[in-house]
Every structure is written in structure tokens, then in C-alpha cells.
């Protein structure tokens, strides 16, 4: 067994091979490291103005991916998506999580509660990709005027994270027979 630690989330992984990808956050495998490496302090941070005002629009766009995705879950006409959409809403709760320890706050309240979504599943996954576009572009953004070395590391991972679900939208959407966005 092997007993990695993700650099962006934290949170301990055992398993016989290092995953591809953190399964909490979705973090590359690049950033798994033996969990004796990991840094006590490693959230530690002194935030500038400007970095503590993006952790918390960060904090308030994966709240909101969250209670989406969480609704999406909900609709069980087609329990493949439904299941998928789940998990997705686990990792955008991961990312809240992780921003709110940064900005040194509490978690929101409603994180759990599912918002109300469309019954249809192409304008969802439509919708979905329009969010991880906004979420992508913003946290490349938000990386690249970082002072903080580890504020920096955190939204370029997450940015590269909200990437890879886009590339998932692709694949729920040929899933459900819907175009793609």
C-alpha cells in the first residue's frame, strides 16, 4: 500500500498505485507527495488584499458549483449522470473547503443543500460547462497575480482541475445524446 497526501487539499489517499488524480479535489498527480512530506503549515498564509477578495469570490463560485451539481445528483432519471454529478459536487465542496481554510473562514452553511436545476439534462450539462469555463479562466487569473507563492500553487491546480471537468461535460454530453456546448 502506498499513503500519498495531496499538496492542494491535504486529504490522505492509500491505495496500491498513486492515482492519476487526487480523488478528493481532482489535483494532478504531480502534486501527490509521501504523506511524511506534507507541510503542518502548509495553509499558513499572509493574504494581500487582492488575494483574500479572489479566495472569497472562489469561495462563493464553488458554493454555487456545489449546490449545482448537488442538484443535478437529485434527478435520478439517468443514475450514470446522477452519480456523476455527485461526485462532482464532492470535489467543487472539496474546493470551497480548501479556500475557506486559505481565507481562514467558515464553510458556508448551505454547502450541502442542492440547488434547483432543470429537468433537462443537456441544458444542465450546458450550464456546467459555462461554469467550469468561468471558474477556469478566473482561477488562471487569480494564479497569475498571486503574491503568495502557495495561493498561486492552489489556483493554478484548481484552475487545471475545473479544465478537466469541461473535458468530463464532453463525455456526460455524449452520454445524454446532447450537443456539444
Known amino acids: 500500500m502506498k499513503m500519498v497526501r495531496c499538496r492542494i487539499c491535504g486529504e490522505t489517499y492509500l491505495g496500491s498505485e498513486i492515482p492519476s488524480h487526487c480523488p478528493f479535489c481532482g489535483a494532478h498527480r504531480d502534486h501527490l507527495i509521501s504523506a511524511e512530506e ?24 464553488e458554493r454555487s458549483n456545489t449546490r449545482f451539481y448537488l442538484g443535478m445528483a437529485q434527478h435520478k432519471s439517468e443514475h450514470v449522470l446522477s452519480s456523476t454529478y455527485k461526485r462532482l459536487g464532492k470535489v467543487e465542496a472539496e474546493h470551497c ?3 475557506c481554510e486559505l481565507a481562514g473562514v467558515d464553510e458556508p452553511e448551505d454547502l450541502s ?19 467550469e469555463k468561468r471558474a477556469a479562466s478566473l482561477y488562471h487569473q487569480f494564479a497569475a497575480r498571486a503574491t503568495n507563492e502557495r495561493i498561486r500553487e492552489v489556483f493554478s491546480a484548481v484552475s487545471a482541475v475545473e ?19
Open 163 to 181: 479544465a478537466d471537468h469541461i473535458e468530463l461535460d464532453g463525455v456526460t454530453a455524449d452520454y445524454a445524446g446532447c450537443e456539444h456546448a
Open 38 to 61: 506534507y507541510p503542518a503549515d502548509i495553509n499558513d498564509v499572509q493574504l494581500t488584499e487582492v488575494e483574500r477578495a479572489d479566495l472569497e469570490t472562489s469561495i462563493e463560485l
Open 113 to 131: 443543500v442542492p440547488m434547483e436545476v432543470s429537468d433537462d439534462w443537456c441544458a444542465n450539462i450546458a450550464e456546467s460547462v459555462e461554469r
Open 97 to 99: 473547503e480548501l479556500f
